[in-house]
């Protein structure tokens, strides 16, 4: 079965840095792009970053640019975000999706993680 699982989520005070991870199983992922979302308390689903299926097309959302930086792996069947200076605005449930169309829209996206939990405080 297709899975994706999240990792390294956790509490930080404002400033500081995380490193997000996705395992990607079940299904070969070479071709496929992948993505981050988060969704805040009492808040949407939303677009933070995508990468193509070999690492060629990179999209940050305005919000993180600059401070996030997404990649993959050379076997393509894991996908990183590594988050610096973060805000409490980042606090959020963080969630690594696949599909073989890339868009900023979390519907258009098939497979899903559990989702990580980031907490940044002031």
């Known amino acids: 079965q297709v899975r994706l699982v999240e990792s390294g989520g956790g509490s930080v005070q404002a400033g500081g840095s995380l490193r997000l991870s996705c395992a990607a199983s079940g299904r070969a992922f070479g071709n496929v792009g992948m993505a981050w979302f988060r969704q805040a308390p009492g808040k949407e689903l939303e677009f933070v970053a995508y990468i193509s299926a070999k690492g060629g097309t990179i999209r940050y959302a305005d919000s993180v640019k600059g401070r996030f930086i997404i990649t993959r792996n050379s076997a393509q069947n894991t996908m990183y975000l590594q988050m610096n200076n973060l805000r409490p605005s980042d606090t959020a449930i963080f969630y690594c999706?696949?599909?073989?169309?890339?868009?900023?829209?979390?519907?258009?996206?098939?497979?899903w993680g559990q989702g990580t939990q980031v907490t940044v405080s002031a």
């Open positions: 999706a696949a599909g073989e169309l890339m868009t900023t829209y979390h519907a258009d996206y098939e497979y």
